[in-house]
């Protein structure tokens, strides 16, 4: 049972923009984030990569988030399990675009502690904005309030990094 707030509101919760918004906005930044014109949107990136069931491409904006000089998404969609055993994406992030490789972080713990020092680092507004996320109140949740939406929303992390 989800820790609630008020009139049964979880501490956490799913926020995304409408779809016909994300699908202009996505178009838009697939292309400029591939050119020097994306160095300034340092705050996003472009995962491209292929399906390892289907063999089919994908090419995903998402947010960017640093942590320890590592960088990461941080989702709740079903495509992150292309990424379940580790897979190579071509990453165009600050108007560079590179090979990295992605490895998905599905444990409850090590995804709480991820998602809960980027709000930390972040603040709570910030935070909700650059994590598609809606919090209860003004503050950013605890560790176990993430440990309750980790677990509940299916949240996971897939850490990037340089390919050898």
Known sequence: ?????????????????????????????????????????SEFMVLDFTGRKSGRHFSIPVSAHRLDGDLYAVLEAQWKYNFRDGADARVSHGGRTTTMHGVLLTDTAAVADVVHRLASGYGAKKAQRMMGMNFTGDAVPTRAEWVEAVDRLKIAAIKLTPKA
């Open 1 to 41: 049972m989800p820790e609630s707030y008020g009139e049964g509101m979880a501490a956490i919760e799913v926020s995304h923009p409408p779809e016909a918004m994300l699908k202009t906005v996505n178009i838009i930044l697939r292309r400029v984030l591939r050119t020097p014109l994306g160095r300034p949107l």
